[in-house]
């Protein structure tokens, strides 16, 4: 089903005034993409300490 112009127009409204919350969610998918498609084992290992460190950290702020 085509998507109508309202809604192409409530969509684009909502990114011009949520473009930090669009960032996020480009780079999630990105990170994403990049672990089920292109990461090897070595990635996957530096990634898996990348995560435990930013996780440490947030537990430090609370």
Known sequence: ???SEAQKRANQKWRSHH???QQI???RSTAKR???LYANSHDLD???EMIKERR???E???
Do not use: I, Q, R
């Open 1 to 3: 089903m085509a998507t």
């Open 56 to 58: 440490s950290e947030l």
């Open 25 to 27: 969610y480009n780079h």
């Open 19 to 21: 473009k930090d919350k």
């Open 34 to 36: 990049f672990v089920k």
């Open 60 to 62: 430090k702020l609370g």
């Open 46 to 48: 530096v990634l898996d």
